[in-house]
T-cell receptor, first 111, second 115 residues
């Protein structure tokens, strides 16, 4: 699975959009981009995933560049409860294997 | 989404004793379950992968005789930390995959403290 690069930390004001970037320049054609988050002392929570089209669900939007070498997770209206470590993971779409977690981005939402 | 539970959520045990942690998929059949370990301020590290009815596959550096994994049914996997030592104190997290490619759901984790 391709490696990802994320900034170690970001701050965001409550109520504003949080845009979390991820670089995955070695992604291959059959690999999806997954986003998970981990709130302190809890298990990871699935947020969203995509292949090449932009995706949106009730939690977030995922914007993938046309060359698929990077993506951005957007939390449209961040709340204090969105403070967490966000992990961007690239994996084969048909894979049933484990997820490989990097260091992620620590997002701090501030009042 | 699918729900995975873990029990207990936290446990304190004395050095030398064994501790069993359960991981259950509540509303789907988990063909594969994964066990992760997370030390403070670090990311999740995979310990082992288990498929129902077969022996677990351990990652390099994880002692299979110390961390016993049983995946006897499609909804239950257990991790037993044998002869626990203080350095085994950690946050243990399981996850489960169903039949749909790419899906994986995580349990809430178990905090183990060995005194």
């Amino acid at each position: 699975d391709a490696k990802t690069t994320q900034p170690p930390s970001m701050d965001c004001a409550e109520g504003r959009a949080a845009n979390l970037p991820c670089n995955h320049s070695t992604i291959s054609g059959n690999e999806y981009v997954y986003w998970y988050r981990q709130i302190h002392s809890q298990g990871p929570q699935y947020i969203i995933h995509g292949l090449k089209n932009n995706e949106t669900n009730e939690m977030a939007s995922l914007i993938i560049t046309e060359d698929r070498k990077s993506s951005t997770l957007i939390l449209p209206h961040a709340t204090l409860r969105d403070t967490a470590v966000y992990y961007c993971i690239v994996r084969s779409g048909g894979s049933q294997g484990n997820l490989i977690f990097g260091k992620g981005t620590k997002l701090s939402v501030k009042p | 989404g699918a729900v995975v539970s873990q029990h207990p959520s936290w446990v304190i045990c004395k050095s030398g004793t064994s501790v069993k942690i359960e991981c259950r998929s509540l509303d789907f059949q988990a063909t594969t379950m994964f066990w992760y370990r997370q030390f403070p301020k670090q990311s999740l590290m995979l310990m082992a992968t288990s498929n129902e009815g077969s022996k677990a596959t351990y990652e390099q550096g994880v002692e299979k005789d110390k961390f016993l994994i049983n995946h006897a049914s499609l909804t239950l996997s257990t991790l037993t930390v044998t002869s626990a030592h203080p350095e085994d104190s950690s946050f243990y997290i399981c996850s489960a995959s169903g039949n749909r490619p790419g899906e994986q759901y995580f349990g809430p984790g178990t905090r183990l403290t060995v005194t």
